[in-house]
């Protein structure tokens, strides 16, 4: 069973900074690509950032580039965001999702919990 557990979610202040991770286990092949999307109440789920596992190309929304940077570590099969220079638009709740392709969430096949993400001005 695949399963996903984000972590790193907080309460920040505008301009902060946080890192939020994403452990994968149970899936005995090589996922496309792994990616970063949010939600908040109301709204539908956006993609945030995404990279693709072979051969390491990543994908920003136009809001979070420059600002955001995603990685990848193939030996313990962890995706990380790293946020800088948040903003209060950047409150949301995060997910991370496997096996997609690029910001196209309908393509994902499995999806994590969620960690909360909250910017303050």
């Known amino acids: 069973q695949v399963q996903l557990v984000e972590s790193g979610g907080d309460s920040v202040q505008s301009g902060g900074s946080l890192r939020l991770s994403c452990t994968a286990s149970?899936?005995?092949?090589?996922?496309?690509?792994m990616g970063w999307f949010r939600q908040t109440q109301g709204k539908e789920r956006e993609g945030v950032a995404a990279i693709h596992v072979g051969n390491g190309v990543t994908y920003y929304a136009d809001s979070v580039k420059g600002r955001f940077a995603i990685s990848l570590n193939n030996a313990d099969n962890t995706t990380y965001l790293q946020m800088n220079s948040l903003k209060p638009e950047d409150t949301a709740m995060y997910y991370c999702a496997i096996n997609g392709q690029g910001l196209r969430l309908e393509t994902y096949t499995y999806w994590g919990q969620g960690t909360q993400v909250t910017v303050s001005s």
């Open positions: 149970g899936y005995h092949y090589t996922p496309y690509s």
